[in-house]
Structure formats: C-alpha cells, structure tokens
C-alpha cells in the first residue's frame, strides 16, 4: 500500500522560509514522478512543483508564480520528497499536498497523479 506522509508545515511572516517533507512507502520516489500541490478554501488544488528522473537526468516544472524562490528535491534513500520555500508571500498560504505520479514526465494536473498525503498547513503572515 502507498502511502505519503507530509511534515514541515507551519505560520511564517512574509519573506521567511519553510522545508516541506513528504515521507513515501510503498512506491520508490526514484522511479515515479512526484509533484506538489496547494489548495485553499474553496478552490482546486493549484500545482506548484513537479520532477522526474530518469537515472541521472531529471526533468523539473514549476508554476510561474513560485519559480526562483521554491525548489523541489528527493532524497532516493530515505524515500522523501522535499518542497523548500523561499521569499514566502501571503498568497503561497494554503493546504500543500505532496502526490505521485507513474507518468514518464513531470505532471502537472492534478488528475494525473494517483497517490496524494493528507496535506500540510502553511499560513504566510504580511
């Protein structure tokens, strides 16, 4: 059984920083894409990072508005999945939910991942 297991989340002023985690069992991070998502209060989940690797490439994405100050990463042998956020904005408040994917690119509609944790709070102060 799959399973993902977010942790990191929290309440940051504007322009701090946090480092999302994302435990995985069951399915190895190296051989599936992984991606992040947020979702506030009556909306759909909003992609935010994706990445998948094939041996030594990888392939990231990432949404227009986080490029430069987020970064997604994977660490093979403890099977987690990273979000590292910079320069925080009150806008990047929401529900993060970390997913994976069996699709050969780095996804980034919501639709095509099959496996998603329950979701961490992260709340962004001005």
């Known amino acids: 059984q799959v399973q993902l297991v977010e942790s990191g989340g929290g309440l940051v002023q504007a322009a701090g920083s946090l480092r999302l985690s994302c435990a995985v069992s069951?399915?190895?991070?190296?051989?599936?894409?992984v991606g992040w998502f947020r979702q506030t209060p009556g909306k759909d989940r909003v992609f935010v990072a994706a990445?998948?690797?094939?041996?030594?490439?990888?392939?990231?994405h990432y949404a227009d508005s986080v490029k430069g100050r987020f970064t997604i990463s994977r660490d093979n042998v403890q099977n987690t999945l990273y979000l590292q956020m910079n320069s925080l904005k009150p806008e990047d408040t929401g529900v993060y939910y970390c997913?994976?994917?069996?699709?050969?690119?780095?996804?980034?509609?919501?639709?095509?991942?099959?496996?998603w944790g329950q979701g961490t709070q992260v709340t962004v102060s001005s």
């Open positions: 990445a998948r690797s094939w041996g030594v490439r990888s392939n990231f």
């Open positions: 997913a994976t994917s069996p699709k050969m690119y780095p996804p980034v509609r919501a639709d095509e991942y099959d496996y």
């Open positions: 069951g399915r190895a991070v190296s051989s599936v894409a």
